[in-house]
């Protein structure tokens, strides 16, 4: 597509629950971040996938944040158990060739935890 | 690892005045972004400049990479300009391959 895409935009959970977030990267980009930003914050660094390699998950908060890439292309973020400090906006970029090229940004889910 | 650093952290401007945001970065890039994050929290990307000088319209920025600073130039500045900008790099140490946020600097532009 044109640019990266992610969905829902918005997401109302109850806590407990466990809630899937998606990522459409730009075609052909072999580079996929997650990113979390809560309320007036800076931007946090969840994952990285990198074509084939294993991916980077040296930024997920705890073991109930999971994510995967299917055939290199649209990216899943699970979180299980939701828990309320959850909540903020989950940001997805995509890059052509990794971390020396040009990151574009998806517009965002903003996970709200009840 | 790479720390970023940015300044102001604040500022307000009245439309029409002038601007300069300055990163500082402690160690050497292969790629530094700038970012404008608009108050619908969209991020929207200003500049690809591991080094260099590039100009966009009202904007530009200049990254002197053996120094380790890269500059945002605003000039005059629209009430639309309001928001986050942020600077981010990647870099050559090590196996990193994430890109290093900086904090980022608030600008609000008074009408």
């Known amino acids: 597509g044109a640019g990266v895409s992610q969905s829902p935009s918005n997401k109302v959970t109850e806590k407990g629950k466990d809630v899937e977030l998606r990522c459409d990267p730009i075609?052909?980009?072999?580079?996929l971040y997650w990113y979390r930003q809560s309320l007036g914050q800076g931007l946090e660094f969840l994952i990285y996938f990198q074509g084939n390699s294993a991916p980077d998950k040296s930024g997920l908060p705890s073991d109930r944040f999971s994510a995967e890439r299917t055939g290199g292309s649209v990216s899943t973020l699970t979180i299980q158990r939701t828990q309320q400090e959850d909540s903020a906006v989950y940001l997805c970029a995509s890059s052509l060739l990794g971390a020396g090229t040009e990151a574009f940004f998806g517009q965002g889910t903003r996970l709200t935890v009840v | 690892g790479i720390q970023v650093e940015q300044s102001p952290p604040d500022l307000i401007l009245q439309e029409g005045a002038n601007s300069t945001l300055r990163c500082n970065f402690s160690?050497?890039?292969?790629?530094l972004q700038w970012f404008h994050q608009n108050p619908w929290g969209q991020l929207i990307n200003l500049f690809y400049i591991p080094s260099g000088t590039k100009q966009n319209g009202r904007l530009s920025a200049t990254t002197v990479a053996t120094e380790r600073y890269s500059l945002l130039y605003i000039s005059s500045s629209q009430t639309t300009d309001s928001g986050v900008y942020f600077c981010?790099?990647?870099?050559?140490?090590?196996?990193?391959?994430?890109?290093?946020w900086g904090l980022g600097t608030s600008l609000a532009v008074n009408p």
């Open positions: 981010a790099v990647g870099s050559r140490a090590g196996n990193n391959r994430k890109l290093i």
């Open positions: 160690d050497s890039v292969n790629n």
């Open positions: 075609s052909g980009h072999t580079a």
